[in-house]
């Protein structure tokens, strides 16, 4: 199983970045998945999960009303858009599978760096 991430960067203030998670290797469309952040000497966080059939989504209420999650489960795909970016918002950026039932499994992408800065 495998969660791959791209579209990170450098972005100045007010910019968008669309970050992209890819799966394979697990029943994909069977879990809720989710997007992480961890900023340099913070606590990673939760930043977005999405149901799935992406009826039921949560944004953290830092990125609330700039940041968006979606899915494509025919594509395997989880994506973040995230628009008007702050310098407060430069981290690593993970996807992550939710366990929700027993047989399912933690699975991590190994990150993406998304940075923001003029």
């Known amino acids: 199983a495998q969660l791959v991430e791209s579209g990170g960067g450098l972005v100045q203030p007010g910019g968008s970045l669309r970050l992209s998670c890819a799966a394979s290797g697990f029943m994909f469309s069977q879990y809720t998945m989710s997007w992480y952040r961890q900023a340099p000497g913070k606590e990673r966080e939760l930043v977005a999960s999405?149901?799935?059939?992406?009826?039921?989504?949560n944004i953290a209420d830092s990125v609330k009303g700039r940041f968006t999650i979606s899915r494509d489960n025919t594509k395997e795909t989880v994506n973040l858009q995230m628009n008007s970016l702050k310098p407060e918002d430069t981290a690593m950026y993970y996807c992550?599978?939710?366990?929700?039932?027993?047989?399912?499994?933690?699975?991590w992408g190994q990150g993406t760096q998304v940075t923001v800065s003029s």
């Open positions: 999405i149901s799935k059939d992406s009826g039921i989504t």
């Open positions: 992550r599978s939710v366990v929700q039932a027993a047989w399912q499994r933690d699975y």
